[in-house]
T-cell receptor
C-alpha cells in the first residue's frame, strides 16, 4: 500500500499561471480533503469530497477548484495563481464505518507563486 | 464559523521537562483528534477522544477531553528530542468535516 500520494512534490509558478495538484489514495477511502498550511495558521480546509463525483467547499475555497471523477483521485486546480497561494498543500483521506476519524495525509506539495 | 485555537503557539523546553498544549473550540465537539507533524513532514494521527472527561495515555503522552467537550489538552512527561514537532488538535465539525487547531510547535533543547 502506497497510502496517500501527491504529485508534484514541489512547484514554482508565476502569477497568473495555472496548475493541477493530484492526490491519489489506494485505501478505498470515501472521504478526501485538500488543506493548505501556512506558518502560524495550522491546516485550513480548502475543499473536500465525501464520495466519487461529489465536492464541497471548506474554509478557504476561493481561487481553487476540485474534481473527484474517480474514487481514488482528488484533483486541486489553481486557475490563475496568486502569490497569496504560496503554501504547502496537503491531501488527506479517511473512511467511514470505523469508530476512529483518523485522517491519512500525503507528503505534501510545496508551491511557490512569484 | 467554527474556530479551534491552541496555546501556546511555540514552546521551548529543556529535555526532561514536561510540556502541555491546550486546545479550545468555540463550539461543542463530537470528538477530538490529535496529530503530530515532524519538521518537514506531514501530520500523523496520534489519538481520538470521544467521551466527555475522557483521559487516554500513550506512554509519556496524556490526552484529556474536557467535560463540556469544548477543550482538550495534551501533556508530555519528561520530553525527549524525539518529541520535537508541531502538535495539532482537530475537531469534527459538520458533516465529515474536520477543523484543525492552530498548532503548538515544540522545541526540545538537549
Amino acid at each position: 500500500n502506497a497510502g496517500v500520494t501527491q504529485t508534484p512534490k514541489f512547484r514554482v509558478l508565476k502569477t497568473g499561471q495555472s496548475m493541477t495538484l493530484l492526490c491519489a489514495q489506494d485505501m478505498n477511502h470515501e472521504y478526501m480533503y485538500w488543506y493548505r498550511q501556512d506558518p502560524g495558521m495550522g491546516l485550513r480546509l480548502i475543499h473536500y469530497s465525501v464520495g466519487e463525483g461529489t465536492t464541497a467547499k471548506g474554509e478557504v475555497p476561493d481561487g481553487y477548484n476540485v474534481s473527484r471523477l474517480k474514487k481514488q483521485n482528488f484533483l486541486l486546480g489553481l486557475e490563475s495563481a496568486a502569490p497569496s497561494q504560496t503554501s504547502v498543500y496537503f491531501c488527506a483521506s479517511w473512511t467511514s464505518g470505523r469508530e476512529t476519524y483518523e485522517q491519512y495525509f500525503g507528503p505534501g506539495t510545496r508551491l511557490t507563486v512569484t | 464559523g467554527q474556530q479551534v485555537m491552541q496555546i501556546p503557539q511555540y514552546q521551548h523546553v529543556q529535555e526532561g521537562e514536561d510540556f502541555t498544549t491546550y486546545c479550545n473550540s468555540s463550539t461543542t465537539l463530537s470528538n477530538i483528534q490529535w496529530y503530530k507533524q515532524r519538521p518537514g513532514g506531514h501530520p500523523v494521527f496520534l489519538i481520538q477522544l470521544v467521551k466527555s472527561g475522557e483521559v487516554k495515555k500513550q506512554k509519556r503522552l496524556t490526552f484529556q477531553f474536557g467535560e463540556a467537550k469544548k477543550n482538550s489538552s495534551l501533556h508530555i512527561t519528561a520530553t525527549q528530542t524525539t518529541d520535537v514537532g508541531t502538535y495539532f488538535c482537530a475537531g469534527l465539525t459538520g458533516y465529515q468535516k474536520v477543523t484543525f487547531g492552530t498548532g503548538t510547535k515544540l522545541q526540545v533543547i538537549p
